[in-house]
């Protein structure tokens, strides 16, 4: 099992910035993709960026692109997503992910991922 739990968020301007944190722990050897999807109110699970669990080869949603980056801290087992000129459609539940080498195949689906933090809140007024 991995456990991994979503740190930050919070209430932002349009135009600033937030870092959310992924702490993972438990059989972290077995992962091969870290990511990071989001939810709004009334819609879908989906897709804002994934790296591969040693940090390379960030991949990102067309609507975060430039805007946000996600990386990884092998060493203490942490991920992050650096979001940079925010505005409010980028409000949603933020979730990180884990996944092994199935993702491999669809690593933005979030059907791919086994593992998942609890979600942080992300608002941004405008």
């Known amino acids: 099992q991995v456990q991994l739990v979503d740190i930050g968020g919070g209430l932002v301007q349009a135009g600033g910035s937030l870092k959310l944190s992924c702490a993972a722990s438990?059989?972290?050897?077995?992962?091969?993709?870290m990511g990071w999807f989001r939810q709004a109110p009334g819609k879908e699970r989906e897709f804002v960026a994934t790296?591969?669990?040693?940090?390379?080869?960030?991949t990102y949603a067309d609507v975060v692109k430039g805007r946000f980056t996600i990386s990884r801290d092998t060493a203490k087992e942490m991920a992050y997503l650096q979001m940079n000129s925010l505005n409010p459609e980028d409000t949603a539940v933020y979730y990180c992910?884990?996944?092994?080498?199935?993702?491999?195949?669809?690593?933005?689906?979030?059907?791919?991922?086994?593992?998942w933090g609890q979600g942080t809140q992300v608002t941004v007024s405008s």
């Open positions: 992910a884990a996944a092994n080498t199935r993702a491999a195949h669809s690593p933005r689906s979030p059907s791919s991922y086994d593992y």
């Open positions: 438990g059989r972290t050897f077995d992962m091969a993709f």
């Open positions: 790296t591969t669990y040693s940090g390379d080869s960030p």
